[in-house]
């Protein structure tokens, strides 16, 4: 059975203690704490936490560069991941944290991967304080395939396949930039803010209404789109959601809106494309 993209609360209280599963507590925030701190407070037992930051690459364009596959491998290592284990990764953001470390396991070619549907707000209790020890796993990168991953000069010249932009929509018009140099998005890029991708449960939709979200948009279900954020984490969550909506061809835009707003690139702002 496939395992993945995503997996229900439901899900994981039952499987637990299961002895192939490894979950990873991937709590990050852009501002106002630290995703570590928060493990501590609190965190589904047996966590283990894996910091954003030290799965970021150091080369590349962007704020969050790919890592490199041994910088990548000696994490999942230490994380206790071998080979035949099946990743759960959550944080408490809607799965818009989550999501990168669930493309960054496909991208090195790990086969069984999820994120938790709903976060931690779902998963709901028990929770513990106590880190865990765990053996170190023998997780091995294996060559990427980098057909999923565009950058500066793709992007500039996409024809003919939608590119979406995952931030919330002040960012998309222009009216807010906590970060990034220019305030604003790309010119032809469409708004499709990550939060969308969710109901009023903080779940994913469902399927049929996910596709129904990416048909108006324009996205066609073989062509797919090409996904960015501020930094390439938030819109892999775009490409979860495509995925569950039975859209092939999801690609990730790995520099995002941090790489673009640095060059010497146009930059659009207001509602319309």
């Known amino acids: 059975m496939t395992f993945g993209p995503i997996v229900s609360p439901e899900w994981l209280h039952q499987h637990i203690d299961d002895e192939d599963l490894r979950v990873i507590d991937f709590r990050w925030y852009l501002m106002g704490g630290k995703g570590r701190d928060a493990y501590g407070r609190g965190h589904i037992p047996g966590a283990v936490f894996v910091d954003l930051e030290a799965v970021t690459g150091r080369q590349g364009g962007g704020r969050h560069p790919l890592p490199s596959a041994q910088q990548f491998e000696a994490e999942m290592q230490k994380a206790g991941v071998g080979p035949g284990t099946s990743v759960v990764a959550y944080d408490d953001a809607g799965g818009s944290i989550a999501s990168r470390l669930w493309f960054l396991l496909r991208f090195f070619g790990h086969e069984s991967q999820a994120v938790l549907d709903g976060g931690l707000a779902r998963w709901g209790s028990p929770l513990e304080t106590d880190e865990p020890q765990v053996a170190r796993g023998g997780f091995r990168s294996r060559e990427p395939d980098r057909s999923g991953i565009l950058d500066f000069e793709d992007v500039r010249k996409l024809i003919g396949v939608p590119l979406i932009d995952a931030r919330a929509g002040e960012r998309y018009r222009g009216e807010k930039e906590p970060v990034d140099p220019k305030a604003g998005h790309i010119p032809g890029a469409l708004s499709s803010p990550w939060a969308e991708n969710l109901g009023p449960d903080g779940r994913f939709k469902s399927p049929a209404e996910l596709r129904k979200r990416f048909a ?58």
């Open 216 to 273: 108006d948009l324009g996205i066609d279900p073989d062509k797919g789109a090409v996904a960015y954020c501020g930094s390439g984490v938030n819109a892999t969550h775009d490409l979860i959601a495509m995925e569950l909506a039975g859209i092939k061809n999801g690609r990730l835009y790995a520099g995002s809106w941090s790489d673009w707003s640095s060059r010497d690139a146009p930059v659009a702002t207001g509602p319309n494309p």
